[in-house]
């Protein structure tokens, strides 16, 4: 409870933000040497007269005789109007007229960060009229894209212009406080690299500089404020509105984002009832679709071409006829794909928490879920997530509880949840449960993991949790086990476990604790 907020930010920004910067600034040399030719650099003036840098890219061949379809790319959160360029060049040379943004708040783009509010539905709105009005862009064809905050305006703009006929969302956000406050616990990390970023590129509006700070200050009274703030930037909101517009969208995610868990994405999807396609691979936030960026081969950008080619421009692709679900596993490579999210999964299997288990609180055990950003590109990049000494734990401040060995590999696809019985000291608190794959010499390496807060409960009093655990595809090797590990304080979040605090897990006869694991069969 102790957590020094301003530390906190400070570190998550030295350690996180000025690599995602350094590391995005990389990437536009490559881009800008793409997009030679066929630029023009504009204004164009946003809702209320804000001025909006931006690229307009056209084909080659434009000469005034015919339209052609216009893709909307507004910018991700801390980056410039540029980010794009290697793939709006892309899609001008396949026949697309590309107006790509610098949304409002940063860099020299006009007004204040409003987080995908109204103004920047509206913004996008204006984009498009002016796109209308100064390129030979076709009015009945149009699409967005973007990645991560481009993703999250992308959808809550397409939801309020009925003209967006195609939507890309990549890396993004349905549900704002689904994402940042899952288990009503606040993702510290990610609010910082979020917060931190902002500061360095963009100007801060008033009132998203008090969401940060009630956000770190845990203040109960504002709870409520917060998550109206973030249900009216969700797009999850609005669903109806995509699926009367019969919007054609595609969602694509890592399994390992920190900033905008899976979970939420794949929620969203199973709402849509319009021409809709899940996609999701390993990585960090962002992270699988960075090559794409610098105009390298990139499965992300690639599929975004063929769903704007199909809903578009008509195209006769077979992406309309492909499993809309489609996931690649984090330890094999290849996709899998699935009729709907529900299919992913369809076979549990139940493992008991048997015992009745005391912790104390406010110690790290060492089981945790990594750094915001990095621990996924190295789960990406060298199939290594966080690990953890199983039997090394200290039993004082983490509970564990192991599975048999299994027999054949363990195909974990989907949700996992975590159900048992919780008798706190105190009357609010926090825990992280972590599902670990255990091989012969006790190493666990981390499958999936999700944090639970709880206010305003009687001390002493036993009351039911049930806590989905973040989405994934990992296959646990024969001869491993499973274990569930539960402690009180992980990096990743802000717990509320008051010193000295206790938590007591216990298994009833008539309500046994267990969890239950999605499996893909056989």
Do not use: C
């Amino acid at each position: 409870m102790g957590t020094d907020r301003k530390a906190l930010r400070t570190t998550a920004v030295g350690a996180v933000s000025a690599a995602l910067i350094a590391g995005s600034a990389l990437g536009l040399a490559p881009a800008a040497a793409a997009a030679a030719g066929g630029v023009r650099f504009v204004d164009i003036a946003g809702d209320g007269g804000t001025v909006l840098k931006a690229n307009v890219v056209t084909p080659a061949a434009a000469d005034g005789s015919r339209r052609y379809p216009l893709v909307v790319l507004p910018t991700s959160w801390s980056l410039p109007q540029i980010e794009y360029l290697a793939q709006a060049r892309k899609l001008a040379d396949s026949g697309y007229v590309v107006v790509t943004y610098n949304v409002r708040g940063f860099w020299q783009s006009g007004g204040r960060i409003e987080v995908a509010g109204p103004p920047d539905w509206a913004d996008a709105s204006k984009v498009i009229d002016w796109a209308l009005a100064h390129t030979p862009a076709d009015p009945g064809h149009i699409g967005m894209a973007g990645v991560s905050y481009g993703a999250g305006i992308s959808l809550l703009a397409a939801e309020h212009d009925p003209r967006v006929k195609a939507v890309a969302a990549l890396s993004g956000w349905a549900d704002l406080i689904g994402s940042i406050y899952s288990g009503r616990t606040q993702h510290v990390q990610a609010a910082a690299l979020l917060d931190g970023t902002a500061t360095l590129t963009g100007r801060e509006s008033p009132e998203l500089r008090q969401v940060f700070d009630d956000f770190y200050a845990s203040d109960l009274s504002k709870e409520q404020d917060l998550v109206n703030w973030g249900k009216k930037r969700s797009a999850a909101t609005y669903a109806d509105r995509l699926n009367k517009n019969g919007t054609a969208v595609l969602l694509a995610n890592g399994w390992g984002d920190s900033v905008f868990s899976p979970n939420q994405y794949a929620d969203f999807y199973e709402r849509l009832t319009g021409p809709k396609r899940l996609e999701l691979r390993p990585g960090d936030h962002a992270t699988a679709e960075l090559t794409g960026l610098f105009g390298l081969p990139n499965d992300v950008w690639t599929d975004t071409r063929r769903w704007l080619d199909r809903y578009l421009k008509g195209a006769d692709n077979g992406i309309d006829r492909e499993q809309p679900v489609q996931l690649k596993s984090r330890s094999t490579d290849g996709y899998e794909g699935y009729p709907d999210w529900k299919s992913v999964g369809a076979a549990r299997r139940k493992f008991d928490l048997a015992g009745t288990t005391t912790i104390h609180a406010n110690v790290d055990s060492g089981a945790d879920g990594g750094v915001v950003f990095l621990s996924g590109i190295l789960d990406q990049v060298a199939r290594t997530p966080p690990i953890a000494s199983i039997p090394l734990l200290p039993r004082r401040w983490a509970a564990v509880w192991q599975s048999e060995r299994h027999a054949t590999t363990q195909r974990v696809r989907g949700t996992a949840t975590l159900h048992t019985t919780l008798t706190p000291a105190a009357e609010s608190g926090t825990f992280v449960a972590y599902l670990y794959d255990v091989g012969p010499l006790g190493f666990g390496k981390l499958v999936t993991h999700a944090p639970y807060t709880w206010h305003g409960r009687t001390p002493g009093e036993a009351f039911g949790v049930d806590l989905p655990l973040y989405s994934t595809a990992y296959d646990v090797p024969a001869g491993h086990r499973l274990a569930m590990v539960v402690d009180t304080v992980d990096p990743l979040y802000i717990e509320h476990n008051p010193s000295g605090a206790q938590l007591t897990f216990s298994s009833p006869a008539d309500d046994p604790s267990y969890v239950s694991v999605p499996l893909r069969e056989q």
